[in-house]
């Protein structure tokens, strides 16, 4: 998550808020040990207490749905969302709820899968007019690196060697760092 920040290490998000939107249950926060709060933010984190034990980990699962976050307006200070939200069928409320969060002056920072094929599981084929008409244009974006997609076996090799995207229509991932205005 901090190389998708930008960041050399976790020192950004000492004494933060900080949130994970589709975090999933394998403990995506544990790593942020100076955070003031450490919050994974799922439509499954029920299940994952159930199943998986989560509740060991050091970081609160908070149950959603994609049109709403139970969290109070303006609460977390760094928000990322890695693949999770071509996941909401609900794209635009989703947004909404993602914004509402966020505080003034907060980092929004997300890995988005864009120009892929909707599934059953992924009904959105995002794109960047998609994402920027829902979300982007509500943000101040600080840095963005757009990458194709890299062998099965390393879907994310060319975000970090930095390879050029030469057909914007193709599958890619975009890496995004934003701030919210005051």
Request: proline share 8%; charged share 25%; net charge negative.
């Amino acid at each position: 998550m901090p190389a998708v920040a930008g960041e050399p290490d976790a020192a950004f998000v000492c004494d933060k808020v900080i949130a994970d939107f589709g975090c999933g249950p394998r403990g995506s926060l544990c790593w942020a040990t100076g955070a003031k709060r450490r919050i994974g933010i799922d439509v499954l984190a029920a299940a994952y207490k159930r199943e998986f034990g989560v509740d060991d980990q050091p970081m609160e699962y908070v149950a959603s749905t994609e049109t709403e976050i139970p969290l109070p307006n303006a609460s977390v200070d760094i928000l990322f969302t890695i693949n999770a939200i071509d996941h909401a069928e609900h794209f635009a409320r989703m947004c909404g709820e993602l914004l509402r969060i966020l505080t003034g002056g907060g980092s929004f920072i997300a890995s988005i899968n864009l120009n892929e094929p909707a599934t059953v599981s992924e009904p959105q084929t995002l794109t960047d007019e998609l994402v920027n008409v829902n979300l982007l244009r509500h943000l101040d974006v600080e840095k963005r690196r757009d990458a194709p997609q890299g062998p099965p076996d390393d879907n994310y090799r060319h975000c970090y060697a930095g390879a050029p995207v030469t057909d914007r229509n193709a599958p890619r991932y975009a890496w995004i760092r934003a701030r919210k205005p005051m």
